[in-house]
């Protein structure tokens, strides 16, 4: 034992130089940058992520398209300079203030998600025939202002203003409103199961009263018939809606919107249905062709207009349809 030791002492000694390089190489070529690299696109199908009660699963399918994403690291950065279909994404598209910690952009984007899906099953049932209400509200810290001095931090859940309870949005900005400059609000807050009271103080700014935070309701349906999703925990973000909200819809009436085809979708969804844009729609649109999708639904305006330039420049074979709205892809889809 103590010849395998100084053998290793020895070798040690001896390469130390070339060592040292070795370390700081890995170092230099692992050390993180503020970059997100976007190498490629799929899709998922969306029934694996749905259960409806009383409902069967059609001939036809849903997907969601996803972009796969990579941290950007020196190693990454300089391998993107060979590859013309990488895409480098500045982490400043990522947050909304200076600081943010991953942990804090993961649960907003875990926020995102559900909010989609809320807004998904609404406009799905609504437009079905379904019925659906409100089983409760629930209010989150979404964006924190750290240039003021603050004791929330993202994911904070609200359950009080000034003693009483939070029941939506527009409460809290009258709290905040009905208060001096300087004043500050008591918050009833639940964090990892456990509840305290945090005060913020009441600034200006714009010649208007504020808190430092933004908040964001997520709400929890009851719905006939019943339904749940099963999104993974890796999975976030807003951008999958319209096609969740699709899928859902397709579930819960008698005919087969798809006509049995195999279609890819990407959008956002509100309250009212509107459909808004996302980011590395090329990559999803390349996700759909390599997986065979027969029809790649996406948002109209630029989303549009860039996916139809990428389609004739490499002569894709995927029919390609522009969507404002919830309603606006129904009717497009059963026009097929």
């Known amino acids: 034992m103590k ?20 370390v700081g190489l890995y170092l230099f070529l692992t050390f993180p940058l503020p970059y997100y690299i976007y190498t490629g696109g799929g899709i998922i199908p969306i029934d694996k992520r749905i259960e409806i009660e009383n409902t069967k699963v059609k001939k036809g399918s849903f ?18 300079k060979f590859h013309k279909d990488w895409e480098v994404v500045s982490t400043d598209e990522y947050t909304l203030g200076e600081d943010e910690s991953e942990k804090d952009i993961f649960f ?20 079905a025939n379904k019925t659906y209400q409100v089983l409760s509200k629930n209010f989150y810290v979404y964006f924190v202002d750290k240039s003021h001095k603050n004791p929330l931090e993202v994911g904070d859940k609200i359950l009080k203003v000034d003693g009483e309870n ?31 009271k945090k005060d913020v ?52 009436v008698k005919k087969d919107i798809t006509k049995g085809l195999k279609i890819v979708g990407t959008g956002t969804i509100e309250t009212d249905g509107s459909v808004g844009e996302i980011g590395g729609v090329i990559y999803k649109l390349r996700g759909a062709v390599k997986a065979k999708a027969d029809v790649f639904l996406v948002p109209s305006g630029d989303n549009y207009e860039e996916c139809k330039k990428e389609i004739s420049k490499k002569k894709y074979k995927i029919k390609l349809i522009a969507i404002d709205s919830f309603k606006d892809a129904i009717q497009k889809l059963k026009s097929l």
């Open 3 to 22: 010849k395998w030791i100084q053998n290793g002492k020895n070798f040690i000694k001896e390469n130390a130089k070339f060592l040292l390089l070795l």
């Open 63 to 80: 997907h969601l398209a996803y972009v796969s994403e990579w941290k950007g690291t020196m190693a990454m950065m300089i391998l993107s």
């Open 108 to 127: 907003r984007s875990q926020l995102d998600l559900k909010q989609a899906n809320q807004n998904a099953i609404s406009n799905a049932y609504q437009e």
């Open 166 to 196: 939070l029941t939506s949005i527009d409460l809290y900005r009258m709290k905040v409103q009905e208060k001096e400059v300087g004043d500050t609000l008591s918050l009833t807050i639940e964090k990892d199961d456990k509840k305290e």
């Open 201 to 252: 103080v009441i600034y200006s700014k714009d010649n208007e009263k504020l808190t430092g935070i933004a908040v964001q309701e997520i709400d929890d349906y009851q719905t006939d018939p019943a339904i749940s999703l099963h999104f993974k925990s890796a999975e976030g973000g807003p951008s999958g809606g319209v096609t969740t909200a699709l899928a859902i819809y397709n579930r819960l």
